[in-house]
Protein backbone atom coordinates (compact mmCIF):
# COMPACT_ATOMS: atom_id res chain seq x y z
CA UNK A 1 0.00 0.00 0.00
CA UNK A 2 1.10 3.58 -0.24
CA UNK A 3 1.78 5.74 2.06
CA UNK A 4 -1.33 8.04 3.65
CA UNK A 5 0.88 11.26 2.36
CA UNK A 6 0.35 9.80 -0.93
CA UNK A 7 -3.25 8.82 -1.00
CA UNK A 8 -4.23 12.45 0.62
CA UNK A 9 -3.02 13.71 -2.55
CA UNK A 10 -4.98 11.44 -4.88
CA UNK A 11 -7.08 12.61 -2.52
CA UNK A 12 -7.04 16.30 -3.68
CA UNK A 13 -7.17 15.10 -7.52
CA UNK A 14 -10.75 12.98 -6.34
CA UNK A 15 -12.37 15.98 -5.53
CA UNK A 16 -10.66 19.19 -6.78
CA UNK A 17 -7.60 21.05 -8.18
CA UNK A 18 -6.25 22.13 -11.89
CA UNK A 19 -6.60 22.06 -15.94
CA UNK A 20 -7.27 24.18 -18.25
CA UNK A 21 -11.22 23.25 -19.99
CA UNK A 22 -14.04 25.92 -21.42
CA UNK A 23 -16.30 25.93 -18.57
CA UNK A 24 -20.22 24.65 -19.80
CA UNK A 25 -22.50 27.02 -19.78
CA UNK A 26 -25.00 27.25 -16.94
CA UNK A 27 -28.88 26.16 -17.19
CA UNK A 28 -31.30 28.22 -18.26
CA UNK A 29 -33.04 29.94 -15.52
CA UNK A 30 -31.65 28.05 -12.92
CA UNK A 31 -34.00 27.43 -9.59
CA UNK A 32 -32.21 28.37 -6.49
CA UNK A 33 -32.71 26.56 -2.67
CA UNK A 34 -33.09 29.66 -0.28
CA UNK A 35 -30.43 29.62 2.43
CA UNK A 36 -31.23 28.27 5.84
CA UNK A 37 -33.41 25.64 4.13
CA UNK A 38 -36.18 23.81 6.55
CA UNK A 39 -36.56 20.95 4.87
CA UNK A 40 -37.66 18.42 7.72
CA UNK A 41 -34.36 16.21 8.14
CA UNK A 42 -34.98 12.16 8.87
CA UNK A 43 -32.35 11.19 11.47
CA UNK A 44 -30.48 7.83 10.94
CA UNK A 45 -31.53 5.36 13.16
CA UNK A 46 -29.33 4.23 16.26
CA UNK A 47 -30.51 1.01 15.97
CA UNK A 48 -28.94 0.04 12.68
CA UNK A 49 -24.63 0.83 13.13
CA UNK A 50 -24.41 -1.28 9.96
CA UNK A 51 -25.93 1.95 7.68
CA UNK A 52 -24.68 4.89 9.63
CA UNK A 53 -21.81 6.99 8.15
CA UNK A 54 -19.67 8.54 10.21
CA UNK A 55 -16.42 10.22 11.01
CA UNK A 56 -15.20 6.82 11.62
CA UNK A 57 -16.36 5.10 8.85
CA UNK A 58 -19.44 3.59 6.90
CA UNK A 59 -21.42 0.51 8.29
CA UNK A 60 -18.76 -2.22 9.61
CA UNK A 61 -16.05 -0.53 7.39
CA UNK A 62 -13.71 1.87 9.62
CA UNK A 63 -10.68 3.77 8.41
CA UNK A 64 -7.56 2.25 10.13
CA UNK A 65 -9.35 -1.37 10.42
CA UNK A 66 -7.57 -3.83 7.80
CA UNK A 67 -8.95 -5.49 5.49
CA UNK A 68 -9.15 -8.86 6.73
CA UNK A 69 -10.69 -7.58 10.12
CA UNK A 70 -13.67 -6.13 7.67
CA UNK A 71 -13.99 -9.53 5.95
CA UNK A 72 -14.31 -11.31 9.41
CA UNK A 73 -17.12 -8.95 10.73
CA UNK A 74 -18.86 -9.03 7.65
CA UNK A 75 -18.59 -13.00 7.67
CA UNK A 76 -19.92 -14.51 4.83
CA UNK A 77 -23.08 -12.27 3.99
CA UNK A 78 -20.82 -9.91 2.01
CA UNK A 79 -18.54 -10.34 -1.47
CA UNK A 80 -15.85 -8.30 -2.07
CA UNK A 81 -15.00 -7.82 -5.78
CA UNK A 82 -12.42 -5.86 -7.07
CA UNK A 83 -13.18 -3.17 -9.63
CA UNK A 84 -10.03 -1.90 -11.90
CA UNK A 85 -10.08 0.17 -13.15
CA UNK A 86 -13.01 2.19 -11.03
CA UNK A 87 -11.90 5.84 -11.62
CA UNK A 88 -8.67 7.82 -11.98
CA UNK A 89 -6.10 7.11 -9.92
CA UNK A 90 -7.80 4.73 -7.96
CA UNK A 91 -8.82 1.10 -7.61
CA UNK A 92 -11.83 -0.50 -5.36
CA UNK A 93 -12.59 -3.15 -3.47
CA UNK A 94 -16.97 -3.18 -3.92
CA UNK A 95 -18.28 -4.64 -0.23
CA UNK A 96 -21.93 -6.23 -2.32
CA UNK A 97 -24.70 -7.72 0.07
CA UNK A 98 -27.95 -9.09 -1.05
CA UNK A 99 -26.66 -8.85 -4.79
CA UNK A 100 -26.08 -4.63 -4.39
CA UNK A 101 -22.75 -2.43 -3.66
CA UNK A 102 -23.41 -1.55 -0.18
CA UNK A 103 -19.67 0.66 -0.21
CA UNK A 104 -16.37 0.80 -1.88
CA UNK A 105 -13.13 0.71 -0.34
CA UNK A 106 -10.09 2.54 -2.28
CA UNK A 107 -6.90 2.92 -2.96
CA UNK A 108 -4.23 3.60 -5.26
CA UNK A 109 -4.55 2.65 -9.35
CA UNK A 110 -1.67 0.36 -10.06
CA UNK A 111 -1.84 -1.52 -6.37
CA UNK A 112 -3.18 -3.78 -4.40
CA UNK A 113 -4.69 -4.37 -0.89
CA UNK A 114 -4.38 -7.08 1.00
CA UNK A 115 -5.88 -8.58 4.03
CA UNK A 116 -3.45 -6.92 5.82
CA UNK A 117 -3.54 -3.24 5.42
CA UNK A 118 -5.48 -0.81 6.73
CA UNK A 119 -8.84 0.73 5.15
CA UNK A 120 -7.67 4.56 4.25
CA UNK A 121 -11.11 5.43 2.03
CA UNK A 122 -14.53 4.78 2.39
CA UNK A 123 -17.01 5.54 -0.73
CA UNK A 124 -20.89 5.01 -1.06
CA UNK A 125 -23.44 6.07 -3.25
CA UNK A 126 -25.66 3.91 -1.93
CA UNK A 127 -28.81 5.82 -0.54
CA UNK A 128 -29.96 3.81 2.38
CA UNK A 129 -26.24 4.62 3.70
CA UNK A 130 -27.12 8.26 5.99
CA UNK A 131 -25.08 9.86 9.06
CA UNK A 132 -26.74 10.00 12.52
CA UNK A 133 -28.43 13.39 11.39
CA UNK A 134 -29.76 11.44 7.99
CA UNK A 135 -27.75 12.59 5.38
CA UNK A 136 -26.33 10.37 2.49
CA UNK A 137 -26.94 9.76 -0.83
CA UNK A 138 -29.44 11.21 -2.94
CA UNK A 139 -30.29 13.48 -0.08
CA UNK A 140 -30.87 17.19 -1.28
CA UNK A 141 -28.06 19.55 -0.69
CA UNK A 142 -31.46 21.99 0.78
CA UNK A 143 -32.13 19.13 3.37
CA UNK A 144 -28.31 18.76 4.40
CA UNK A 145 -27.96 22.66 4.35
CA UNK A 146 -30.48 22.66 7.04
CA UNK A 147 -28.59 20.23 9.24
CA UNK A 148 -24.65 21.28 8.21
CA UNK A 149 -24.94 24.66 7.40
CA UNK A 150 -24.32 26.35 4.24
CA UNK A 151 -22.57 24.82 1.50
CA UNK A 152 -19.50 25.57 -0.72
CA UNK A 153 -19.72 24.07 -4.19
CA UNK A 154 -16.88 23.52 -5.99
CA UNK A 155 -14.97 22.02 -8.93
CA UNK A 156 -11.92 21.68 -10.85
CA UNK A 157 -10.38 20.30 -14.46
CA UNK A 158 -7.83 19.18 -12.73
CA UNK A 159 -9.69 16.41 -11.17
CA UNK A 160 -12.13 15.75 -14.29
CA UNK A 161 -14.63 18.09 -13.38
CA UNK A 162 -15.59 16.21 -10.22
CA UNK A 163 -17.55 18.36 -7.96
CA UNK A 164 -17.91 18.66 -4.17
CA UNK A 165 -19.50 20.79 -1.35
CA UNK A 166 -18.66 21.60 2.02
CA UNK A 167 -20.65 22.56 4.60
CA UNK A 168 -20.20 24.89 7.24
CA UNK A 169 -20.82 22.25 10.27
CA UNK A 170 -20.27 18.90 8.62
CA UNK A 171 -18.13 16.22 10.31
CA UNK A 172 -14.89 16.52 9.14
CA UNK A 173 -13.87 13.50 7.93
CA UNK A 174 -16.76 12.99 5.14
CA UNK A 175 -16.12 14.56 1.65
CA UNK A 176 -19.42 14.67 -0.32
CA UNK A 177 -19.71 14.53 -3.89
CA UNK A 178 -22.06 16.38 -6.38
CA UNK A 179 -22.31 16.24 -10.39
CA UNK A 180 -19.41 17.02 -13.10
CA UNK A 181 -18.56 19.76 -14.86
CA UNK A 182 -17.89 17.27 -18.18
CA UNK A 183 -20.73 15.78 -18.09
CA UNK A 184 -22.73 18.77 -17.83
CA UNK A 185 -24.92 17.72 -14.83
CA UNK A 186 -23.05 20.34 -11.94
CA UNK A 187 -25.49 20.97 -9.13
CA UNK A 188 -24.11 24.08 -8.00
CA UNK A 189 -24.47 27.79 -10.38
CA UNK A 190 -21.41 28.89 -11.45
CA UNK A 191 -20.57 32.48 -13.04
CA UNK A 192 -19.32 31.99 -16.90
CA UNK A 193 -15.45 31.27 -16.29
CA UNK A 194 -12.45 29.73 -18.26
CA UNK A 195 -10.59 29.52 -14.54
CA UNK A 196 -9.70 25.69 -13.42
CA UNK A 197 -11.22 26.21 -10.22
CA UNK A 198 -14.87 27.18 -9.56
CA UNK A 199 -17.11 27.78 -6.34
CA UNK A 200 -20.02 28.83 -5.61
CA UNK A 201 -22.66 28.82 -2.72
CA UNK A 202 -25.59 28.95 -4.94
CA UNK A 203 -27.25 25.30 -6.38
CA UNK A 204 -30.38 24.07 -8.59
CA UNK A 205 -33.38 23.12 -7.03
CA UNK A 206 -33.67 19.37 -8.19
CA UNK A 207 -29.45 19.08 -6.51
CA UNK A 208 -28.67 16.46 -4.13
CA UNK A 209 -25.67 14.49 -2.62
CA UNK A 210 -24.25 11.88 -4.66
CA UNK A 211 -21.87 9.77 -2.79
CA UNK A 212 -19.67 10.31 0.37
CA UNK A 213 -16.01 9.72 1.08
CA UNK A 214 -15.03 8.86 4.42
CA UNK A 215 -10.97 9.75 4.92
CA UNK A 216 -8.61 9.27 7.29
Known sequence: MKSPLFLC???ILLVGCNQNTPTPAASPNPTVYPTAASTPVVPQSENDPSKLI???GIGEAKIGMSLGELKQALGSNAEFRVESPYIVDFDAIAVRQNGEAQYYILYPAGTTLQDG???EL???????YRTVDG?????PIQTAEAVYGQPTLSYNYSSEGREAARF???PQKLLFGLGNANRGDLAGIYP???DEYNETSQYKADAKIQSI???P
Open 117 to 119: DPI
Open 54 to 56: SDT
Open 192 to 194: ESQ
Open 9 to 11: GLL
Open 122 to 128: IYTENPQ
Open 168 to 170: ANQ
Open 213 to 215: IVR
Open 135 to 139: VGPQT
